[in-house]
């Protein structure tokens, strides 16, 4: 599983180009692409467009990139486990806290050990997923007549 959680956690923040060739009219399969995508909507990627001439006629260049929320949320988790973990570090060794704040601020830490990477992958999961969805729709929109 551990392999499969990062996997998922670098796709989250993973940039990606793709190329799909087209041997239709630039002005058609332009239309076509719009038309396919005009009702998606993506939560957790930015996507940018650009239709090219290549060798083997027209191509639609489709850069992906992860939403700048993602980016801060990481450095927002990333802040809270290390005041978590200085939390802890203060609860275990001050004399004036309880014994119930000791014990619960690093289970708290512990916690959010635990859970961040789970949540990292389930964001990269929805990430890939909405992928998917955005090349299923452009090669459905480009295909030929005959395929």
């Given amino acids: ?5 990062r996997r998922a956690a670098a796709a989250l ?6 190329r799909f060739a087209t041997r239709r009219a630039l002005a058609d399969a332009r239309d076509r692409v719009e038309l396919a995508l ?6 957790r990627l930015e996507m940018r467009r650009q239709w090219i001439e290549g060798p083997k006629g027209v191509e639609l260049v489709v850069g992906l990139s992860p939403v700048p929320g993602v980016e801060r949320w990481l450095r927002a988790a990333s802040l809270l486990l290390l005041g ?3 939390a802890s570090a203060w609860a275990i060794y001050s ?3 309880s014994r119930a704040v000791a014990f619960l601020v690093p289970m708290a830490a512990a916690f959010a050990v635990f859970a961040l990477p789970v949540a990292a992958a ?4 929805q990430r ?11 090669r459905a929109a480009l295909a030929d007549e005959g395929e």
């Fill in 1 to 5: 599983m551990g392999s499969e959680v």
């Fill in 13 to 18: 923040v993973a940039r990606r180009e793709e």
């Fill in 38 to 43: 005009a009702p998606m909507r993506f939560s």
């Fill in 84 to 86: 978590l973990f200085a």
């Fill in 95 to 97: 004399e004036e806290t």
């Fill in 122 to 125: 389930a964001l990269g999961s």
């Fill in 128 to 138: 890939e997923g909405e992928e998917a969805r955005l090349r299923k729709a452009i």
